[in-house]
Structures are given as C-alpha cells and as structure tokens.
C-alpha cells in the first residue's frame, strides 16, 4: 500500500464530497452510500491498516494517540485533505474546521466510540469545533478537511 493507491481506493468518497456543502444531507448520504459493511468503507479501513504497518500512516505522536497528514489537498482530491489518528481512550486537541470536516470512524473494537458515535461517517459544518474523543476503545478516524484547513489557534 503507497498514496497513490491509498488516493485510488479513497476516489469514491472523494467524489462525493467534493465541492459539497458540509452538513446534514452530506451525513447522511454518506452514511446511506459507504456504510460500514460497504466494500468501500471496509476497502479504507483495510487500506488504512496497511499504511499503518508500512509506517507512512499515524507517523506522528505515540500511545493512546498517533496521527498523520495522508494527503495534501489537491486539485485530484478536490481540494480536500486526507488524515488519519489511532486514537485509544483519549481526547485529542480542541480545534475548529472553518470550512467543516468529514470523519470517518473505524472502531478497532465493538465499543468503541469517537465523539459519541460508533462506526459510520459525520460531518462536522464549518465553523464548528470540538476535542476530538475517543471511549471504549481504540477507534481509526479518517478525515476530509476543505483545503486542509483546521485551527487549533481558536481553541476552546
């Protein structure tokens, strides 16, 4: 597994939310077209542990929380980013998305939760912001950010 086939595998998801508002209606097609049984959705979770085990995915941080940029956006992502945290029973970083995000959350284990939910996709609206929470477990989370745009300067 490399990124240029880790961007392959991500095409679909790519093209449906790229360009889109982040809100309700984003969630919930997602939800409705990748669910967590989906080939899709099975195919990044099995791509995202193959990055893991060659070491360019989750290169930073250690512990309870490893995380790392997959992709810069590009006009071939549609100007999203792609990043990814292994994250055990841990509150990560408050932050706001001016532009919004796109989570991806992989449970690693049946009870684990990221913000309160378990395996599937939310979308948080730009301007929104959180600290980023695992329970229960250890929890994959893939993330779409519009023009890789996060700030943590606006911290809680």
Not at 50 to 63: F, P, V
Request: proline share 8%.
């Amino acid at each position: 597994m490399n990124v240029e086939q880790f961007k392959e595998i991500m095409k679909p998801v790519i093209g449906l939310c790229a360009g889109r508002e982040f809100d309700d209606d984003l969630e919930t097609e997602l939800n409705a077209t990748f669910p967590p049984e989906s080939l899709v959705f099975r195919s990044i979770e099995k791509a995202c542990h193959a990055a893991m085990d060659a070491g360019w995915m989750c290169q930073h941080g250690e512990g309870d929380l490893r995380y790392g940029r997959v992709v810069k956006p590009l006009p071939e992502t549609g100007g999203l980013s792609i990043d990814v945290v292994d994250m055990v029973d841990v509150a990560g970083p408050h932050h706001a998305h001016p532009k919004g995000e796109v989570c991806m959350t992989m449970p690693q284990n049946p009870d684990a939760r990221f913000d309160g939910a378990g395996a599937g996709w939310c979308v948080n609206p730009p301007g929104s912001a959180h600290s980023p929470t695992v329970t229960d477990g250890r929890a994959l989370v893939l993330y779409l950010l519009p023009d890789g745009q996060i700030d943590f300067s606006r911290a809680g």
